[in-house]
């Protein structure tokens, strides 16, 4: 199999493959590509790491900032959330104005005394589902 | 601190809806104008409606934020979100004389008032319940 890199800073960037078939090098170079898509540079504790999408429970905009949410931390991001839910895959889903859930991460949901749906991480945050998401989330969930 | 949050969210929520009260009292002086002979309204009375139904809504879309205070149990909540609007819509009534200040019809506006209210309420948290139960069953 040929390899070409065209190097070129005005072009977008693209990953092409010519394939007589789904092979396993197709789906890991996909695999690859989707990973690298989907990592964000995020900002915590005095320094600057790349993190999977895979590991935030969910991003969150609050007072014009945007978090993300891991297991234990809150690391803060440079991007709009609606820039972070155009790169999200199928695993997440957005709660409302302000939350995008991992639908991996999402220990439970619950009633609220005001009738709304309350959706726990398993990292304990919580926050409401708005109505103007509800039927998306309840689609997601195949309801 | 935390107060001071929801406090602000109070408002937020008032102002974004509060317009939406004057809407709902300018369709109803329509129909009545349509519907009844004579109807008619003074200046005084037009600038009471306006007012207070802006003051209603912007208070009933406020109070909903009583029910997102966390560390709050759900008896204050509902207590706290019930006499608020409770409030709200006496004072509303009573101001723009749509029923005297009479105690035997307080009574019964008070009584329809807690039916109303408590109905609607377990409506929505039998339907959100079931819901919630639903989304539960396909996470585990």
């Not at chain 1, 394939?19 to 090098?25: G, K, Q």
């Not at chain 1, 709660?95 to 619950?110: A, M, T, V």
Request: aromatic share 12%.
């Amino acid at each position: 199999m040929e390899l070409k890199i065209v190097i070129d800073k005005n072009r977008a960037e693209e990953v092409l493959v010519f394939a007589h078939e789904r092979s396993e090098l197709v789906k890991s170079i996909e695999s690859l590509v989707e990973r690298c898509e989907k990592n964000f540079v995020a900002y915590g504790d005095g320094c600057v790491r790349k993190i999977s999408a895979d590991e935030v429970y969910c991003f969150v905009s609050c007072g014009g900032k945007v978090y993300a949410l891991t297991e234990n931390e809150k690391l803060l991001l440079k991007e709009r959330l609606y820039q972070i839910e155009e790169k999200l895959g199928n695993n997440f889903v957005k709660i409302n104005q302000s939350c995008i859930g991992n639908i991996n991460s999402i220990k439970s949901f619950d009633v609220s005394v005001s009738g709304t749906l309350k959706v726990i991480f398993k990292n304990g945050y919580t926050d409401y589902v708005s109505r103007r998401q509800i039927k998306n989330v309840k689609e997601r969930f195949g309801i | 601190m935390i107060m001071k949050k929801y406090f602000k969210e109070f408002l937020l929520r008032g102002m974004m809806f509060s317009g939406l009260g004057p809407i709902v009292l300018a369709v109803i002086y329509l129909v009545l104008s349509q519907t009844v002979q004579d109807f008619s309204l003074s200046g005084g009375e037009a600038f009471t409606g306006i007012l207070s139904t802006y003051l209603l809504a912007f208070v009933h879309a406020g109070a909903s934020v009583f029910n997102q205070i966390e560390h709050w149990s759900v008896p204050k909540s509902l207590l706290c979100h019930f006499t608020v609007l409770y409030a709200a819509y006496a004072l509303c009534y009573v101001s723009n004389s749509w029923i005297p200040f009479v105690p035997g019809v307080l009574v019964v506006f008070t009584a329809i008032f807690v039916a109303v209210y408590f109905a609607v309420w377990i409506t929505v948290y039998l339907c959100v319940r079931r819901t919630s139960r639903r989304l539960n069953g396909k996470l585990s």
